[in-house]
């Protein structure tokens, strides 16, 4: 496994995936790391075919062998991976609730119209959770990003040159409770709190929007008399971790000191972080911290 330091420097050590032998099926949405994945597997030794999202992944995933499918193709779903005698499966990257006009109907789709209809109603816990049993129940293992790559999940420990103060210590602790709160409603797995106040807390927008909406509320001036705050990321409880980890970026920094916060502290081991060299980068730029708290689940 890579040696994370508190700067950007490159890992020691190549990536190395774990658990899968190949060949790897990756259903991929938004970001960039499906593509990590597959570079970290191909470098390893371990076949990866990329089955992209139209509208959603990256063009950077056609440097590997790949299918790009719309929404509702089920059946172009499972010939690409049984034609790549892909069994093991990582589903990664964002994505959006399509609307009916993006969506085309295949004759695997018709076969499992029952399964498609049940996605309409319920949280995304609901959904993904759903998604997993339906992969499993046709023969595939389904992996989380992190099981395949750990250097991918955040460590314990400061990951930046800064470090949390006690006031930034005690606004993360309020904020995580707000977040473990907010989670057994399936309503979002982030929040911003500073100095004892909730800033604000992560809905259907995702973490982005909800730190422009902080940034907002400091251009406005009415974020006079608090502190710089912080950001937390955490999985609900319950929460089907292969398919919906919690992930941050160099976006979540860039957004982060935008909002005029003072860091990022996340669940340790249970959120991704994508591209962790500029990640890393970033936050000291702009002197950020990022920390990862120790947890064990809902009641940490």
């Known amino acids: 496994m890579s040696q994370r330091r508190a700067d950007d420097?490159?890992?020691?050590?190549p990536l190395k995936t774990t658990k899968v032998a190949g060949p790897l099926g990756i259903i991929a949405g938004r970001g960039s790391l499906p593509a990590f994945i597959a570079d970290a597997a191909s470098a390893d030794g371990v076949p990866v075919h990329i089955i992209g999202i139209q509208g959603e992944a990256e063009p950077d995933i056609e440097r590997f062998p790949h299918t790009w499918i719309k929404w509702g193709e089920v059946?172009?779903?499972?010939?690409?991976?049984e034609?790549?005698?892909?069994n093991d499966l990582v589903i990664i990257g964002g994505v959006s609730r399509p609307s009916l006009k993006n969506v085309r109907i295949d004759?695997?789709?018709?076969?499992?119209?029952p399964f498609l209809l049940s996605l309409r109603k319920g949280?995304?816990?609901?959904i993904l959770s759903r998604i997993v049993r339906f992969f499993e129940q046709k023969g595939y293992r389904v992996h989380g990003a992190g099981d395949v790559l750990p250097e991918l999940l955040v460590p314990e420990g400061p990951l930046t040159r800064r470090t949390p103060?006690?006031?930034?210590?005690a606004d993360m602790a309020l904020a995580f409770k707000v977040v473990r709160t907010?989670?057994?409603l399936d309503i979002g797995q982030a929040a911003v709190v500073s100095n004892g106040y909730v800033l604000a807390v992560e809905a259907a927008e995702g973490t982005d929007a909800m730190l422009e909406r902080c940034a907002e509320i400091k251009r406005r001036g009415r974020s006079h008399g608090m502190g710089r705050g912080v950001l937390v990321k955490a999985p609900k409880p319950g929460q089907e971790e292969r398919v919906d980890m919690p992930t941050i970026g160099p976006e979540t920094m860039v957004k982060a000191a935008e909002a005029g916060l003072a860091g990022v502290a996340v669940a340790a081991q249970h959120v991704l972080i994508a591209e962790y060299n500029r990640t890393i980068k970033i936050a000291n730029e702009r002197k950020l911290f990022l920390y990862g708290v120790p947890w064990s689940g809902p009641d940490a």
């Open 123 to 126: 949280g995304d816990d609901h």
């Open 83 to 86: 034609k790549n005698g892909c």
């Open 107 to 113: 004759v695997g789709a018709l076969k499992t119209l």
């Open 9 to 13: 420097s490159e890992p020691t050590t």
């Open 182 to 184: 907010l989670g057994t």
């Open 165 to 169: 103060s006690a006031e930034d210590e």
């Open 75 to 81: 059946g172009r779903v499972f010939s690409a991976l």
